[in-house]
Antibody, heavy 118, light 111 residues
Framework: QVQLVESGGGLVKPGGSLRLSCAAS????????MGWVRQAPGRGLEWVSY????????SYADSVKGRFTISRDNAENSLYLQMDSLRAEDTATYYC???????????WGQGTLVTVSS | QSVLTQPPSASGTPGQTVTISCSGS????????VYWYQQVPGTAPKLLIS???RRPSGVPDRFSGSKSGNSASLVISGLRSEDEGDYYC????????????FGTGTKVTVL
């Protein structure tokens, strides 16, 4: 079955950096678009970024553009999110998601919490 | 900020029918597929309705989705206690700038 396991969350100071990882299994990773969705404490879902199977198509939410970088390693079945210049408003649970053929999330990981605070 | 507007809350007693609306525009719901996600408290979201009106394998037929014009709806028939949670609609917006995906979310309470 499809499994997505995030790691790398934690406490970081404003202006700091963090790299999230997502280990995928149970499906052919290299043929699916993948992405990240976040949820601030007590708030709704916010799309962050997605990347095509070939890494040629990448899109970011305006709120993270220029600060976050999505990448993937199809040989390792892994997705990454490099987060730089972190702000308090980036505090959230970050979910790794697989996208279906219409580019909507169909499977979600359990999430990893990122807290940006001094 | 989301451009897909949902009512903040909805409720019903067990066995009742609850309808959740999702209001958008020509550039999103009016021209794109709509998906619905369920998030039970303390867990990750789960896909509930795909491609506007299709139920993924394992989703009970008590859940149904539809769309008309620039609005979409999720109907929960025969409400059960385990349906309590947050529900989000989703539709890509054709405008690249400021694009968003998810609706504002609706908290469903089973009375």
């Amino acid at each position: 079955q499809v499994q997505l396991v995030e790691s790398g969350g934690g406490l970081v100071k404003p202006g700091g950096s963090l790299r999230l990882s997502c280990a995928a299994s149970g499906f052919t990773f290299g043929i699916f678009y993948m992405g990240w969705v976040r949820q601030a404490p007590g708030r709704g879902l916010e799309w962050v970024s997605y990347m095509s199977s070939s890494s040629l198509t990448i899109s970011y939410a305006d709120s993270v553009k220029g600060r976050f970088t999505i990448s993937r390693d199809n040989a390792e079945n892994s997705l990454y999110l490099q987060m730089d210049s972190l702000r308090a408003e980036d505090t959230a649970t970050y979910y790794c998601v697989r996208h279906d053929g219409d580019n909507y999330p169909d499977y979600w990981g359990q999430g990893t919490l990122v807290t940006v605070s001094s | 900020q989301s451009v897909l507007t949902q009512p903040p809350s909805a409720s019903g007693t067990p066995g009742q029918t609850v309808t959740i609306s999702c209001s958008g525009s020509n550039s999103n719901i009016g021209s794109k597929l709509v998906y619905w996600y369920q998030q039970v408290p303390g867990t990750a979201p789960k896909l509930l309705i795909s491609k506007t009106d299709r139920r993924p394998s394992g989703v009970p037929d008590r859940f149904s989705g539809s769309k008309s014009g620039n609005s979409a709806s999720l109907v929960i028939s025969g409400l059960r206690s385990e349906d309590e949670g947050d529900y989000y609609c989703a539709a890509w917006d054709a405008r690249l700038s400021g694009r968003n995906l998810f609706g504002t979310g609706t908290k469903v309470t089973v009375l």
